[in-house]
């Protein structure tokens, strides 16, 4: 089992940068593909960052390329996702989630672990 607990969610302005972080329970999280969703009021949950367990292979929503990076810290048990430029748009629950290494990262229903979201609020 593993227990995902985001943080660092809040309200900022157009243009400011916000770090979130996922800290995880449960000694097999290193072996976990990582992911943040996010789901904005009146719409589906998206992809929106994933990363290999290892750190070393990372995908991106085409509309946060450049302006988004994720990482991740196995000794610590913790992923990131440090968000720059942030855009009205950019408003949404934010969730980490965690899955198995097989499969596609752009999937929602494949992963198997959730945290409870982060709201993140971009004012203009």
């Known amino acids: 089992q593993v227990q995902l607990v985001e943080s660092g969610g809040r309200l900022v302005q157009v243009g400011d940068s916000l770090r979130l972080s996922c800290e995880a329970s449960g000694r097999t999280f290193s072996s976990y593909a990582t992911a943040w969703f996010r789901q904005a009021p009146g719409k589906e949950r998206e992809f929106v960052s994933a990363?290999?367990?290892?750190?070393?292979?990372?995908w991106y929503k085409d509309s946060v390329k450049g302006r988004f990076s994720i990482s991740r810290d196995n000794a610590k048990n913790t992923v990131t996702l440090q968000m720059n430029s942030l855009k009205p748009d950019d408003t949404a629950v934010y969730y980490c989630?965690?899955?198995?290494?097989?499969?596609?990262?752009?999937?929602?229903?494949?992963?198997?672990?959730w945290g409870q979201g982060a709201q993140v609020t971009v004012s203009s």
């Open positions: 990363i290999t367990w290892n750190g070393l292979r990372e």
């Open positions: 989630a965690a899955k198995g290494n097989s499969g596609s990262v752009y999937l929602l229903g494949g992963y198997s672990y």
